[in-house]
């Protein structure tokens, strides 16, 4: 008999199994979390680069440009000019000071800075040692010159007599009239002091010695006055003439020469104007800012005030033409003027222009940045205003 044997089949164990599946599922976690990770990288990837064209904030469409009214520019021919700053001073030759000869401590003030005052009107009165040393003299120098004019007549009626000899007589008049000089030095002394021989009193009162306005005080209540030494208690000055005094680079001396006018405008009154003489230019320069003090008389017609600032412009004698444009067509904006001219295309472009004096009539001068012929358009601020809506 002939034995067949079967082939032996190998069956895995439970445990095997188990670990094969394990195998193959941690496979399929590792393929697909590569998958992921490529897509975070793609996602994660900055978008590519674009240009943006930036915006002309000058230019600007609007869709009826009709309602935007326009106006010409035209041409005028004027004289060059230069416009400075400056302020009002008192003419110092109409500047008087109020003096006390006498020291001593101020009892009553009758006057303020900024007062008007009238010569002869009290200013103020002061309590004065000197005073009284001034009266006390002048009483000794009286009975002194009673006394040898008293002597004189008795040495008179004696030289006629025979009693005394020549000598003493002249003597006499010689006493008599040193006793007279002792009194009139003394009266003198008390008048420069400033008060009244008739009216003995410790009291100086101190008057304003001409008209005008009081542009200085340095002297308060129970403050001393120490004489001529001191600062002058007040100053007076008239102010129907007033000094303007300019500062004008070195580089425009040239349009400047004395004995030509002025125009003189008040920046508290800027719509008037006024005509001054230039009387002066000062020969030094500021080493610092390289100036140099130009001087103008001007009369005060009454509201020129000390202190205050003025705009002066000298006119020259070179002819030059410039743009007039309707005021109402200067933008002023951020610290510069601008006007809109048309661009076409419903488009207006915003240019920036530099503008001279203002002119009669509301209209503007413009120096630079707008030709004569060109359009502008009339009321810069309405279509600015609509614009910005």
Known sequence: MVFLRRPSVTIPSRSSGLEFLSLLFASCLCLAGCGDHKADLRAEAPPPASVEREQDVNAMQVE??????????????????????????????????????????????????GDTVQKGQLLLRVQSADMSGAFSDYRKAVADEQLARTQLERSKLLYDKGAISLNDLQVAQDTEDKAQVDVENTTERIRVLGANIDHPAAIVDVRAPVSGVITDQQVTNAAGVAGLGSPNPFTISDLSYVWILCDVYE???????????????????????????????LPILDPTIRTAKVRIEVRNPGMMRVGMFVTATFHGQKKETHTVVPAAAILHLHDRNWVYVPAGDKKFRRIEVAIGPSLTDNMQEIVSGLQPGQQVIRNALVFQNTVEQ
Do not use: C, K, M, W
């Not at 003096?99 to 009758?110: D, L, M, P, Q, Y």
């Not at 030509?260 to 009387?279: C, H, K, V």
């Open 64 to 113: 009826h440009p009709e309602q935007f009214p326009l106006a010409t520019a035209v041409a005028r021919e004027t004289t060059s000019q230069l416009t400075v700053t400056g302020t009002v001073n008192p003419d110092v030759s109409r500047s008087v000071p109020v003096i006390s000869i006498a020291t001593g401590r101020v009892v009553e003030i009758h006057a303020r800075l």
């Open 251 to 281: 580089n425009d001396l040239a349009h400047v020469h004395v004995g030509e006018t002025a125009e003189i405008r008040l920046n508290a009154y800027p719509d008037q104007a006024f005509t001054g003489r230039i009387s002066n230019v």
